[in-house]
């Protein structure tokens, strides 16, 4: 494939590592996307990285410690997490997820009060203890999203903003271009990793892609004195204290939405804000009195099954999917290097990801949001 | 496949909000002159009508430069909010009137928010605006709004700008009118419009010493008539001239060097080349904007239901290009400020780094990353604040970018050599004031809103680990982390 060209549409994380890894490998790469890289909800998420519930988890865990050194640009990348619970359901719960973790050699431990506060000194004594993973971590989604554009662009890849995606060129049973309002780009293979927009995009090349998309929203506060470990998590609610010591809070119910092809018509934040600013001073009182100083909102997709969609097509033979299904930012490291290899090898070089193909979805009922509840409200 | 067909979602945000503790025909924000005006005219039409305003806010807001920029020249006055309180009354005599009249009046009281449906959310019960008080935080519906925010200071950076004594010449009019609580002694202002020469009058009125006017353009910018009374007082005005360099100690600005190398002594110079309409409320809620440099720069365009009134609607059109005047004094700032001139004074930004695209200091700067910069960044397309801001956190701090998000949008223009409207506004989000978490919490919320809560979508096929597929734990996983949330 070294010489060919790809085009990737959407500069989401999960589209720029894939161009990333894809330029690595010699592939020339250009990335359109319909505004300013990273966005939508690539730059607006909690910044996890711990995504033990996916194929691509061993490669997340792998590279993660790694990112600064490859792409030249720091992501803020800390390790480790902590989950906090705050009733006795949730303590069963998270050491229910400590065991389950133990048996798969995922290192954990299980925290009293004391040994909580002394790791996250704004947790306080309502707390029921901690499982702390000594294991994923988390990363600023703004600062790396930015670092896989530029490390792309440094490896000779091209990033083209402002530009939507209007349509493809098909011959021969392959994409031999994609076309935005102002220009053609020819190429040998074509990455779809748009988001919300993804459905729309497939549907002109006949493929159908099961998503819906919601609302989630987040608060962050004025900066807090810097804690031993930044990965803070429970209470239902996920978040980090960013290097700046600000605390980035989101979780609780979403909205779906009905998306079209020109993307999320707005990100308004809610009132949610007053309920997510409840449980944080609640998870961590003795960070009640800081200052919220921005809430906001973003738009991401979620297959049927709450799993991503990592696929080669069979017709256009050309084309790889890929929806993170609303936890791509974490995964990143891991999806790019999956895509890549679909896109050059046609598989999988480092695990299994037969679970995320496309063909699952097969025979789905045509009403399966309305049957989900996934409607937006009428 | 095993999923969830039971037609609900019991984890969407559907029915579980709160509805507003009370409602009003109409809640007016702001109680200037214009903001009560609006109260006493819909209470005598028969409306029910809440006014609110965020005075007297805490001290700690004030030391913030929230909602104005007082540069730290406060007095413990303001520390006293009953004195305040008075204050205000003693200050504003219409405010009994529009109580008389029948208006709902809360003071101390922010509006932090207005929410309605529209693009990307419909599941509010009703239009609400969000208020906050020194105890809680609680929502208002209403039917109309009417936004009297005002207008608040435009700063610009200069070498030591970011000291005590250097601020705002609304914030200055407020502590001088309003609560006689200015700290400073022998002011300098900067300016020369009509703001710069009323300002200059009200101090030496309330005897404060004025050492002088510094005009970055060759000619006085006011009103003739204004202009004569300052000239009359013997004050000199420094034209063609911007501050070089300052100095201080540990109470603040101490003297300053204009750029013919003039020294002038004085504990505070007043920022008067601008006001900015307060636009911030109708900004968060995405209601339309437009620039207009005849009235001050970005103001509501029109939204229903939301009307907007006084300064915070624009400032009076006089013909004079506001946005070309500050754009003079940015290009001046730009020419004399060092490298390391703080821009950003909540994260600490320099100037450097704000044109270098660079990030904070706690991050490593690789080889690669200092070799970017603005110029690069334009290469990928047109400057964009709410990106630079995410790079450099130029404006993510406590004051929401009250201090920096007016000149760093001037800085992106003139260093990407465009005109000030090509360039985006930062964005404004709720809550559109500092707000402590304790405050803003709803520590009452619905029980449907408790029932729906998950950390994230609550789809049990999204979390069990891919190693338990199919295996006795798959179900163990479900049954533990989501009994009563799916069958």
């Not at chain 1, 098909?170 to 076309?179: F, P, Q, S």
């Not at chain 2, 449907?448 to 998950?454: E, F, K, N, T």
Request: proline letters at 6%.
């Amino acid at each position: 494939m070294s010489g060919s060209e790809v085009v990737i549409v959407g500069g989401g994380v999960t589209g720029l590592s894939a161009g990333w890894w894809l330029a690595r490998s010699g592939v020339k790469v250009t990335v359109l996307d319909k505004f300013i890289v990273g966005w939508e909800a690539s730059g607006r998420n909690g910044g996890g990285a711990s995504h033990y519930s996916s194929p691509l988890f061993d490669e997340e865990q792998r590279l993660w410690p790694q990112m600064d050194e490859l792409l030249g640009y720091p992501t803020e990348h800390q390790k480790g997490r902590i989950l906090i619970a705050m009733t006795e359901r949730q303590w069963d719960q998270y050491r229910f997820i400590a065991e389950r973790h133990t048996r798969l050699n995922h290192p954990v431990e299980v925290l009293d009060v004391k040994q909580v506060q002394e790791a996250v000194p704004l947790a306080g004594d309502n707390c029921f203890g901690g499982v702390h993973y000594k294991f994923g971590g988390h990363a600023n989604p703004q600062r790396t999203v930015q670092a896989y554009a530029w490390a792309l662009q440094d490896l000779g890849g091209k990033i083209i903003q402002h530009s939507p995606v209007t349509g493809f060129e098909t011959a021969g049973g392959k994409v031999t271009a994609v076309k935005t309002a102002n220009a053609t780009y020819g190429c040998d293979a074509v990455v779809v990793a748009a988001g919300p927009q993804i459905p729309q995009l497939m549907a002109q090349l006949g493929v159908d892609v099961p998503l819906a998309a919601a609302r989630a929203e987040m608060i962050i506060t004025e900066p807090a004195p810097m804690m031993p470990l930044g990965g803070v998590d429970g209470h239902k609610i996920y978040g980090r204290q960013t290097l700046r010591g600000n605390l980035a809070y989101g979780g609780g119910p979403h909205e779906w939405l009905d998306v079209d092809a020109t993307g999320p018509a707005a990100r308004p934040s809610t009132p949610l804000a007053r309920n997510l600013a409840k449980r944080l001073a609640e998870l961590l009182p003795k960070a009640a009195h800081l200052n919220v100083i921005r809430s906001w909102a973003g738009v991401i997709e979620n297959s049927p099954d709450g799993r991503p969609i990592i696929d080669r097509l069979t017709s256009p033979d050309n084309v790889v999917v890929a929806s993170m299904s609303s936890v791509g930012f974490g995964l990143s490291p891991a999806s790019g290097h999956a895509i890549r290899d679909l896109v050059i090898d046609g598989a999988c070089s480092f695990t299994n990801i037969d679970l995320l193909k496309l063909s699952r979805f097969d025979g789905l009922e045509k009403d399966w949001r309305e049957k989900r509840g996934w409607m937006p409200i009428a | 496949m095993d999923l969830n067909f039971t037609g609900t979602d019991v984890c969407a945000v559907n029915g579980t909000r709160s509805a507003p503790e009370a409602k009003y025909d109409l809640v007016v924000i702001g109680a200037g002159p214009s903001g009560i005006a609006a109260a006493i005219e819909g209470a005598a039409s028969g409306a029910s009508v809440l006014l609110v305003d965020e005075n007297p806010v805490s001290g700690a807001l004030m030391g913030n430069d929230t909602p104005l920029y007082f540069g730290g020249r406060m007095t413990a006055a303001t520390q006293n909010s009953d004195r305040m309180l008075e204050a205000i009354f003693m200050s504003m005599p219409d405010l009994e009137k529009a109580m008389e009249a029948g208006v709902e009046l809360l003071l101390g009281t922010t509006a932090w928010g207005v929410y309605r449906n529209g693009p990307g959310v419909q599941s509010l019960p009703e239009q609400v605006v969000g208020l906050a008080d020194a105890e809680r935080s609680w929502l208002v519906g209403f039917e109309r709004i009417v936004l009297a925010t005002g207008a608040r200071d435009l700063a610009i950076a200069f070498p030591g700008w970011n000291q005590p004594g250097v601020m705002g010449a609304a914030a200055l009019q407020m502590l001088l009118s309003r609560y006689g609580a200015f700290s400073g002694r022998r002011i300098v202002v900067l300016g020369s419009h009509d703001l710069a020469l009323e300002t200059t009058l009200l101090a030496i009125e309330h005897g404060l010493e004025v050492a002088g006017l510094v005009e970055v353009r060759d000619a006085a910018q006011g009103d003739a008539t204004l202009l004569d009374k300052v000239t009359s007082a013997g004050i000199p005005i420094h034209y063609g001239q911007s501050i070089k360099s300052s100095k201080g100690g540990l109470d603040g600005i101490e003297s300053i060097t204009l750029t013919d190398g003039t020294d002038i002594a004085c504990d505070t110079v007043c920022v008067a080349i601008g006001l900015v309409p307060s636009i911030e409320l109708v900004d968060a809620m995405h209601g339309p904007r437009a620039l207009n440099p005849a009235r001050g720069g970005y103001i509501p365009a029109g939204e229903p239901n939301v009307t907007t009134v006084g300064l915070c609607a624009g400032l009076p059109d006089t013909g004079f290009d506001h946005v070309a005047y500050r754009m003079d004094w940015v290009r001046a700032a730009l020419r004399v400020n060092a490298p390391e001139t703080i821009i950003c004074q909540c994260e600490e930004v320099t100037l450097a780094d704000l044109i270098g695209i660079q990030p904070p200091n706690y991050l490593p700067r690789p080889a690669a990353l200092q070799a970017r910069s603005l110029d690069t960044l334009l290469n990928d397309g047109p400057a964009n604040p709410d990106q630079i801001k995410r790079l450099t956190r130029s404006g993510m701090g406590v004051c929401q970018g009250r201090r920096c998000r007016d000149q760093v949008a001037m800085m992106l223009a003139i260093e990407s050599d465009k005109p000030f409207g090509t360039i985006p506004l930062a964005t404004h989000r709720a809550p559109v004031r500092p707000l402590p978490l304790k405050i803003l919490a709803e520590w009452d919320e619905p029980a449907a809103m408790d029932a729906a809560w998950d950390v994230w979508f609550g789809i049990p096929t999204q979390w069990v680990p891919v190693e338990d597929i199919g295996t006795e734990y798959q179900d163990a996983h479900r049954e533990m982390l989501y009994t009563g949330m799916y069958k």
